[in-house]
């Protein structure tokens, strides 16, 4: 899951890229909404996974410890990319070749 924020040209852009990137299947937008203000500015792509701390968000943010956007509220979806972008211990940079 994914959290692109910045002007409307260019995360529009940036969306209709990814979806023109054969690397990513089935692109679904979960909530699409302007902002006053930058959640993310000091976040870059992380990883969550499936350790004890971060089923205790998706526990707390859905009605499953496991990950499924699908059944989550944009509001619910915020919460818990907002707990994980302030919990450091609970990201994962990912490893770039």
Known sequence: MQALE???AEVNALYNR????????DLTILDYAEINVRRY????MGWAGAKQINRELFL???SSDC???FNMS??????LLLELSETVS????PVLS
Do not use: C, T
């Open 6 to 8: 910045g002007p409307r």
């Open 18 to 25: 990814l979806a023109d990137d054969s690397r990513h299947k």
């Open 41 to 44: 500015g000091s976040w870059s």
């Open 60 to 62: 707390k943010y859905s």
């Open 67 to 69: 990950f499924d956007p």
């Open 74 to 79: 944009a509001e619910q979806i915020n919460g």
């Open 90 to 93: 609970a990201i994962k940079s």
